[in-house]
């Protein structure tokens, strides 16, 4: 395949679907630039001076890591003199990040997780960026959370890079998913993958078994059957993978099939489950959509669901279509 830059890709996307205008262009342009800079800054690891912990805690009560508000701080700096966002909302703050005045604001709501998996950091093992575009309500000058608040099904586009071997950036605005392998020597994203299909049918399945004594009888019911592999009701045999980075684990899934599930669990009944809605979730349910998978709550389409809140938790079920159909109609029987 000749090499496409992204930016190339993005050119030719633009002549093919009206809504790519020049602003979510340029957006998705300098999200993938800033996720060049964070991909170097993790590569540097010990060596960069930004491992271990921030002393500080993010708005969900959690010791962030230095390389945390490094990629949460880079991501703000890239986005907001472009004057394409009206406002930006990160799992790193508690409130959207205003575009400064002395900046034109845009049509656009950009949502991220700017390192997913960052446990993982001082480990050495693959962590992420999750972003989401959303449309500013017309009308709309200075965005409170409450403009944020849109049903995933409205988002333009959505994407991830993981920070693995190679650095990958995967992108869907709505007409496939697409994935862009980071050149480094020329410091470019170059296309690598075209509309990326998720096998309807899978073996491997996703999840953190310490959990398992406080699942729901459904959920039991499930990982049973798929543990008892071949001499069970499925017929045959599974296999387990569990990154405990939700971007590698979903790229894994998006790349070779697979169900990946964090369901909540009866450990602390008032948690609907441990990831977001808005940054986490959301956007992967687009991705994993596009590429021909289901993605649900375990109750319903997760791209259906009306956020409440900003930081909004849920359980997410994503992934072979067939796998996450079972596994949603045992919670609805
Ligand atoms: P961190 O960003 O705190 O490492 O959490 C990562 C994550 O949100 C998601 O990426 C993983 O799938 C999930 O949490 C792992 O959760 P467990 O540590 O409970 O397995």
């Known amino acids: 395949m ?5 930016t190339r890709f993005l050119i030719e996307e633009q002549r093919e679907h009206q809504h790519l205008t020049a602003d979510l262009r340029l957006l998705i342009e300098v999200v993938a630039r800033a996720c060049k800079a964070i991909s170097i800054a993790v590569g540097k690891g010990a060596l960069g001076g930004v491992l271990g912990s921030a002393n500080s805690e993010n708005v969900q009560g959690e010791v962030q890591k230095k390389l945390d508000v490094l990629s949460n701080d880079i991501l703000l700096e890239a986005n907001e003199w472009g004057g394409h966002l009206a406002a930006i909302a990160s799992e790193e703050m508690d409130l959207p990040h205003a575009i400064p005045h002395r900046y034109p604001k845009g049509e656009y709501l950009l949502l991220f997780d700017p390192l997913d998996g960052s446990s993982n950091i001082d480990v050495n093992v693959s962590v992420g960026t999750i972003f989401s575009v959303l449309r500013c ?4 000058t200075e965005p409170t959370s409450r403009d944020f608040l849109q049903p ?12 693995g071997p190679s650095t990958i950036l995967v992108l869907t605005i709505g007409a496939g998913v697409y994935s862009f392998t980071l050149d480094r020597e020329v410091g470019s994203f170059v296309l690598t993958g075209r509309n990326l299909r998720i096998p309807e049918e ?13 699942w729901e009888a459904p959920m039991q019911r499930y990982i049973g059957e798929l543990l008892a592999g071949s001499k069970g009701p499925r017929g045959k045999d599974f296999n387990m ?6 971007v590698a684990d979903v790229h894994r899934i998006l790349t070779r099939g697979g169900i990946f599930i964090y369901p909540r669990d009866l450990k602390d009944p008032g948690k609907p489950g441990r990831l977001r809605l808005m940054y986490e979730a ?10 021909g998978g289901a993605a649900t709550t375990g109750r319903e389409r997760l791209l259906d669901v009306i956020p409440g809140e900003l930081h909004q938790r849920v359980p997410v079920f994503l992934g072979s279509k067939s796998e996450v159909e079972r596994v949603t109609a045992y919670h609805l029987g």
Request: charged share 15%; net charge positive; glycine share 6%.
């Open 2 to 6: 000749k090499h496409i830059s992204l």
């Open 137 to 140: 309500p017309d009308g709309v």
């Open 152 to 163: 995933g099904a409205r988002q333009l586009a959505a994407g991830y890079a993981v920070y």
């Open 202 to 214: 899978t073996q491997e399945f996703a999840i953190n078994m310490s959990n398992q004594r406080h």
């Open 241 to 246: 993978r569990w990154v405990a980075s939700m």
């Open 282 to 291: 959301n956007p992967m349910a687009f991705i994993v959509e596009q590429a």
